[in-house]
Each structure stands twice: as C-alpha cells, then as structure tokens.
C-alpha cells in the first residue's frame, strides 16, 4: 500500500476558503481528490495526471477549486475558494500508476489508493 496522507479540512462559513493537501510516499503517481456528500455517491473532484499534462476540475466547481502540485513533496493540494453549503461532504484523495488518457481518472475504481478522508463542512 501507497500511504496518503490527508489534511486541511475543517468547519468553515460561507465564502471562506480551505486548502487541503495529500501527501504521497512515492513519486510519479496520478492523483486526485473525489468528494462524498451526506446521502450521496462519491463524485470526482479534481486529478493531476500525465506529470501536469492531464488536469482536470468538476465544471461545477472549477471557477472556485484549484488543484496543483509539489513535485519534491510528493504532494498535491487543493485550494477551494468562495465555499458554499454544497461543498460539504468528506474530501478523499486517491493515487494510481501514472497514465495519460485524455478521459482518464474521473472515476474511483481507476485508483488503487486512498487517503483516510478529510471532512469538509461549510455553515451558513
């Protein structure tokens, strides 16, 4: 098993921001972060594939979310901004051998590891 490690979640207001970030044990892996909501499936959030050639963001919520990366960190963080009552959920990061299809990493069986979760909650 590949640790990830999670961190960055926490009680927030409305319009506040939070980066969370996860930190991988190995390099040169495709990661992403997915989300699961109260009641809900788990949905794809963001990936950072192909070295940074593959970047991808939920439409939902890409003018608010960013994901980027520390190379020598091993380390991928996602920054979201401007947080709303929707955004709730427990934010999972997940890894995989490196892979560069253009439609590639959006679904959570395509992962191999997972960090342990990080709870997100925004309050109005």
């Known amino acids: 098993q590949v640790p990830l490690v999670e961190s960055g979640g926490g009680l927030v207001q409305v319009g506040d921001s939070l980066r969370l970030s996860c930190a991988a044990s190995v390099s040169n892996l495709d990661m992403g972060w997915f989300r699961q909501a109260p009641g809900k499936d788990r949905e794809f959030v963001a990936s950072?594939?192909?070295?940074?050639?593959?970047?991808d963001v939920l439409d939902s919520v890409e003018d608010r979310f960013s994901i980027s990366r520390n190379n020598a960190k091993n380390t991928i963080y996602l920054q979201m901004d401007n947080l709303k009552p929707e955004d709730t959920g427990v934010y999972y990061c997940?890894?995989?051998?490196?892979?560069?299809?253009?439609?590639?990493?959006?679904?959570?069986?395509?992962?191999?590891?997972w960090g342990q979760g990080t709870q997100v909650t925004v309050s109005s």
């Open positions: 997940a890894a995989d051998q490196e892979a560069c299809s253009a439609y590639g990493g959006l679904w959570a069986d395509e992962y191999e590891y």
């Open positions: 950072h594939r192909c070295s940074g050639r593959e970047i």
